[in-house]
């Protein structure tokens, strides 16, 4: 079975507008601005989850549990750049909307291409501890503002 790595297979545009999260378009993911070559090998930080309740009754041993409530947090770690700092010019202020397309297979802009579209609100950058040998970088923390639209395929 063949496996994708993630250097050079992914794609980050952060886009304004998108009209259906579901089935975002070419044209609407080509006006993004693509942050890719900004992030960090370890800068794609997309956390789902869920929470489990308690199924079972007095009469089971086993304790049973069925899906609850769902959420998601996203982050991306991007690295410093002291001429053309893109991503923070874009994403630096705290509170801005958007979505932030991920292209899982080197691309995000052309028609059948699969993507995860997260809507999102900026939180407050976080600058990066100093450390010895390495670049500056900061994160850049979402709250996620609805559901992910997860592995959708963008349209014409």
Known sequence: MPATVFEGQVKVVFCTAIADKTAPTDSEVTAGTDLTSFVTKDGYRPN???TRVDAATIAEVFDATEPGSTGADLELKFKS??????PRSTLGTYGTAGFVVIGHYGSA???GDEVTVWPVKTGMPQEAN????EQQSWVCPFAVTSEPALHTTVVT
Do not use: K, M, Q, Y
Not at 81 to 86: E, G, L, R, S
């Open 48 to 50: 789902t989850r869920f």
């Open 81 to 86: 750049d002291d001429t053309t700092d893109t």
């Open 109 to 111: 802009e052309v028609a």
């Open 130 to 133: 100093s450390a010895a040998n």
